[in-house]
């Protein structure tokens, strides 16, 4: 059986080896490919091919950023400059890597890996048994937050958030512009912030020192954060004693 492909890869050189390497290889079709991230996601969610070869570094969103809008569990070989240690956080769940510039042979080493996994899937009776190809994303530091919702993709900069809040399995991200849902716990978005500035100041919630204005006592053991825009955020004990480092007071 034939796999169809997808290749999401912003350099043209890039895209032409991975043409040169499939010559003459029968069971893999590429369906598409796109420049950028934004428009791979979308070809991803629309054709749900059965691999992606993906770079990291991308236009617009990068190749982390997509893994977390795609509906679907493809397998990703990563097509990357990114330095090798790097690559080992997300090794798990990623059928491959690999390094540029790499050799035909090793190509078709990462395409063996491909077969062998795309056997295994098809024995399997349910999708939901596939590895979760969205948590790549969970060891890498944010700069971001990109999230999907029935109005399209959203790129939010971290310094226009003011504080998040946890709701069971989902974040609610707030910014002086509205308000977004991820579906994200706060303890794994917590892993990826910058702890300097996006401190975890109770069990719901994780707030932006830059958006504090005041804090004051609540009551015994917690304290209210008065962020802008007159909203108070609670404040435990163990968040107090961290924003008193952080801000030095």
Known sequence: MTMRAIVVEDEEPARQLIHSYLTGIDDIQIIGEYADGYSGAIAINRDKPDLVFLDI??????????????????QIVFTTAYDQHAIEAFERNATDYL???????????????????????????????????????????????VIKDSKGIHVVPLDAVSYFEAQGDYVMIYTANGRYMKKQTLKVLENRLNTNTFIRVHRSYIV??????????????????????????????????????????
């Not at 510039?101 to 996994?117: G, T």
């Not at 015994?220 to 004990?237: C, D, F, M, V």
């Open 208 to 249: 932006n020192t830059g958006a504090i204005q005041k804090i004051e006592r609540y009551e015994k053991g917690s304290y209210l954060a008065l962020l802008k825009g007159n909203i108070r955020i609670k404040i435990s004990e163990t968040g107090y004693k961290k924003l008193r480092e952080s801000l030095d007071f």
């Open 57 to 74: 570094q991308l236009p617009r969103i990068d190749g982390f950023e997509l893994l977390e809008l795609i509906d679907c569990k493809p």
């Open 99 to 145: 390094l540029k510039p790499f050799s035909r042979e090793r190509f078709l080493k990462a395409l063996d890996k491909v077969r062998e996994q795309y056997q295994i899937r098809a024995g399997r009776q349910h999708d939901s048994q596939a590895p979760d190809i969205s948590s790549l994303s969970d060891a890498v530091p944010l700069n971001r937050i």
